[in-house]
């Protein structure tokens, strides 16, 4: 569909994607990130997500940011008639553009992850020590039971 928006320039080389509300509802799968991913979408700013859709976009690298309405209207509002360009500074947690100068809300240990570029894997490698040495002090299968000798 080359007359779709994201199939023109600038706009085909994207990273932040806007949208209003339930953004990401109706795939509780995590293809639906992996899709953003694969086009290079980073960010997504929204009035609202679908709750897996937005757990899942932490666990493939997207930042999905809930704003408010009115903040949506207006960044929709300044792109109708011009290429906006925004910077999201998650550390910060602030997002700037020429006329715009908002912050966001983040979970602390959802921020870390995507500063560290930490997945579920990743967090679970971090305890390999822990998981060992529990392995070792239970080291009886649950399908063999201990016999009393």
């Given at each position: 569909?080359?007359?779709?928006?994201?199939?023109?320039?600038?706009?085909?080389?994207?990273?932040?994607?806007?949208?209003?509300?339930?953004?990401?509802?109706?795939?509780?799968?995590?293809?639906?990130?992996?899709?953003?991913?694969?086009?290079?979408?980073?960010?997504?700013?929204?009035?609202?997500?679908?709750?897996?859709?937005?757990?899942?976009?932490?666990?493939?690298?997207?930042?999905?940011?809930?704003?408010?309405?009115?903040?949506?209207?207006?960044?929709?509002?300044?792109?109708?008639?011009?290429?906006?360009?925004?910077?999201?500074?998650?550390?910060?947690?602030?997002?700037?553009?020429?006329?715009?100068?908002?912050?966001?809300?983040?979970?602390?240990?959802?921020?870390?992850?995507?500063?560290?570029?930490?997945?579920?894997?990743?967090?679970?490698?971090?305890?390999?020590?822990?998981?060992?040495?529990?392995?070792i002090k239970n080291n009886d299968s649950w399908l063999e039971?201990?016999?009393?000798?």
């Open positions: 569909m080359p007359e779709f928006i994201l199939n023109k320039s600038p706009y085909n080389e994207s990273k932040i994607l806007v949208s209003l509300e339930n953004f990401g509802c109706g795939s509780s799968r995590e293809h639906a990130p992996w899709a953003l991913t694969d086009f290079g979408i980073k960010v997504i700013l929204a009035k609202s997500f679908a709750d897996i859709f937005y757990n899942n976009c932490f666990k493939n690298g997207i930042l999905p940011i809930k704003l408010l309405g009115e903040e949506i209207e207006k960044i929709i509002n300044f792109s109708k008639n011009k290429f906006l360009e925004l910077e999201i500074n998650l550390i910060k947690q602030t997002i700037k553009g020429s006329e715009i100068n908002l912050s966001f809300e983040i979970d602390e240990y959802k921020k870390t992850c995507l500063l560290n570029g930490w997945d579920d894997i990743d967090l679970t490698l971090k305890k390999e020590n822990l998981i060992s040495e529990f392995e039971p201990r016999r009393n000798e």
